[in-house]
T-cell receptor, first 113, second 114 residues
């Protein structure tokens, strides 16, 4: 069974204080790992897809990296508007669940001015 | 504007009263999906559809039905709702037949079953 574990559950940062969110996964074969951002009361918003170990992608203050067992979302010099819940999801390469995403429970990030 | 719409946004109902939550996308996407989100459990997939007339179960399909008669619409049907189906529901769509492209999520439907 595919599993996605995100840590920490919640993270409070001062504005400008860089940090990383972790997503550990167990999947028989990985088609893709995804990062989404979710603001309160809204649907998730796509950030990145990573396909293979060693891959990195960046968007503004966010950088996502991937290894064979985990992914990190690095946040550099965060601003209050980066406050949100960040969700990680995986899609297996094949098998019964290969058309599905399995999501982690998310990390709630709060950036204090 | 490219978007996924859901209706209703909020619904309070009683046990056993059949209801339908509609989902529509205007992006000509192949893949559509329904999720529920519960505190402490995260997003869990209910059903998905890879194209018209092609649907399959996700991780938590019990108590739900779906249909995909048109490409743009993917309604979620609760034949006999129960209190454990109280949740926040999201519909999503993706351009290909698989979700590994960007999924666009709707704004959510908050359902309360008394």
């Amino acid at each position: 069974e595919d599993q996605v574990t995100q840590s920490p559950e919640a993270l409070r940062l001062q504005e400008g204080e860089s940090s990383s969110l972790n997503c550990s996964y167990t999947v028989s074969g990985l088609r893709g790992l995804f990062w989404y951002r979710q603001d309160p009361g809204k649907g998730p918003e796509f950030l990145f897809t990573l396909y293979s170990a060693g891959e990195e992608k960046e968007k503004e203050r966010l950088k996502a990296t991937l290894t064979k067992k985990e992914s990190f979302l690095h946040i550099t010099a965060p601003k209050p508007e980066d406050s949100a819940t960040y969700l990680c999801a995986v899609q297996p390469l094949d098998g019964a669940g290969s058309y599905q995403l399995t999501f982690g429970k998310g990390t709630k990030l709060s950036v204090i001015p | 504007e490219a978007q996924v719409t859901q209706n209703p946004r909020y619904l309070i109902t009683v046990t056993g009263k059949k209801l339908t939550v509609t989902c529509s996308q205007n992006m000509n996407h192949e893949y559509m999906s329904w999720y529920r989100q519960d505190p402490g459990l995260g997003l869990r997939q209910i059903y998905y559809s890879m194209n018209v007339e092609v649907t399959d179960k996700g991780d938590v399909p019990e108590g739900y039905k779906v249909s995909r008669k048109e490409k743009r619409n993917f309604p979620l049907i609760l034949e006999s709702p129960s209190p454990n189906q109280t949740s926040l529901y999201f519909c999503a769509s993706s351009v290909s037949q698989q979700p590994y492209n960007e999924q666009f999520f709707g704004p959510g439907t908050r359902l309360t079953v008394l």
